[in-house]
């Protein structure tokens, strides 16, 4: 802009501040004042140009992410492979330990005015967070879309948490051992339909109530048959009218492996695992 100025008194050069821009420097005449707020005194005459420059603030992105490990959970924020816009996943620090719930911080170069999303993979054994930001965006599942304003600070947080494990049990009673799902050397692959996609496809089977089961840890002794409760097995049940019954395991920090048996009742064979049956 020129502009018209009388002779030989101090003028203050300066501008109006926004937010996410900082004064870089003044150049032009060697009359032009080094900073703002500046003075410069004009001759007679002069014609001098001052420019100054304005640098753009990058925004900072921060991301934390939370783990809660209180059922015997052993992933860290690295397990999850955060990532921005399909960048190379976040490689996290130790994180602060605050109980089971561990928490990682890790600050991501970003550039204004520019369309971000933010991810992370899901895990089994362990609930899907939901992404939240300072700055009002959220997330849906496991993303977030985020677009910042220069110098803008944005924090966006997820926290997942691991699952309890849960044994569900079904009975299967049937008029003869051959018709048992798991007859002879082996049967369907065991999924949470199978018990009774089994007996709507078997007229002699039914899924029956009342019955127990139990469940050991690790290098449980083998109790065989006995219908009482078993050293070092855990009992649950019995079994609704659905033939089901369930029982969560909370802690799984020192379990390598879980084992399942039914308590036989009385009045009924022990299954042989061979083709002739009982």
């Keep these: 802009e020129i502009n018209t100025y009388t002779a030989n008194i101090p003028l203050a050069l300066n501008e109006s501040q926004i937010g996410g821009y900082t004064f870089s420097s003044i150049t032009g005449n060697a009359k032009c ?5 500046g003075t410069i005194t004009l001759a007679p005459g002069d014609d001098i140009t001052c420019t100054i420059t304005n640098d753009d603030v990058a925004p900072i992105l921060t991301i934390v992410k939370k783990v809660t490990n209180d059922n015997g959970g052993k992933l860290t924020a690295n397990n999850f492979g955060i990532a921005v816009s399909g960048t190379s996943p976040i490689v996290f620090g130790l994180g602060a ?3 089971s719930t561990t928490t990682y911080t890790s600050a991501s170069a970003v ?3 520019t ?3 933010i991810s992370e993979q899901d895990k089994n054994g362990y609930t899907e967070g939901t992404w939240n930001c300072t700055d009002g965006s959220q997330g849906t599942g496991l993303t977030v879309n985020v677009r910042f304003d220069e110098g803008e600070n944005v924090t966006c947080t997820i926290t997942n948490n691991d699952q309890s494990a849960m044994i569900v049990a079904s009975k299967i009673v049937c008029d003869k051992e ?3 799902p798991n007859y002879g050397t082996g049967g369907p692959n065991i999924t949470a339909l199978t018990a009774i996609d089994w007996v709507t496809n078997n007229s002699g089977c039914k899924l029956a109530e009342g019955w127990n089961f139990e469940y050991a840890v690790n290098d449980a002794p083998n109790p065989g048959d006995n219908v ?3 050293i070092g097995w855990t009992a649950f049940g019995p079994t609704n009218a659905n033939g089901q019954t369930s029982v969560e395991i909370s802690d799984l920090s ?8 039914e308590q036989l009742k009385d009045g009924y064979l022990g299954f042989t695992y061979n083709v002739a049956g009982n």
């Excluded at 020192?254 to 048996?261: F, L, T, V």
């Design 254 to 261: 020192n379990i390598n492996r879980i084992w399942i048996r």
């Design 33 to 37: 004042p080094n900073a703002l707020g």
């Design 178 to 180: 051959s018709s048992l």
């Design 97 to 99: 330990v605050n109980g």
């Design 115 to 117: 369309d971000y999303t």
């Design 111 to 113: 550039k204004a005015n």
């Design 228 to 230: 009482e409760d078993a």
